[in-house]
């Protein structure tokens, strides 16, 4: 590495921590800037991914997020986070189809982890998709039971209500 190239990558880390920083103060649109300088040239990974979470979590700008995921996912990263993200985000645009398959892939990454499983059976619900939304309902309740609670409230399963497996699932 020359001194220019130690250069970029001391101003990146300084950015990244920066972002890091900022967000854990909640100045989200700061911490989006720092991410954004950290990523300049190169897309460095992981402030793509704090870029994404805040789009996402905080600044509700699922556009800017659904692009950032795009590059990732074109340069091969495979990260749960990432596609956890990319989920909330294309769910949060009406994107169900999109957004189960995100989560799916999540779910393939991190199959301990109910809270990617339960949006997994969300979307599909809301795709009418019964059996992969109740196939996923029963791996997120397996993991922690407390989803088989938020099941019986949350509209998105209205339409399974009737139907035996959601009883057997929730309970």
Known sequence: MNLHELE???????ALLSGRALEAERDYAGAAMAYSDARYGTGHVPASLGLLRVQVRNLGDFDGAITVADELIQRGIESFELYMHTGFALAAMGRDGAAAGAFARAAEIDPTSALTFYNLACTRARTGEEEGALDALRRAVYLDRAWATAAREDADFEALRAHPRF????G
């Open 167 to 170: 009883a057997e699932i929730v």
């Open 8 to 14: 970029i990558a001391d101003d990146r880390a300084d």
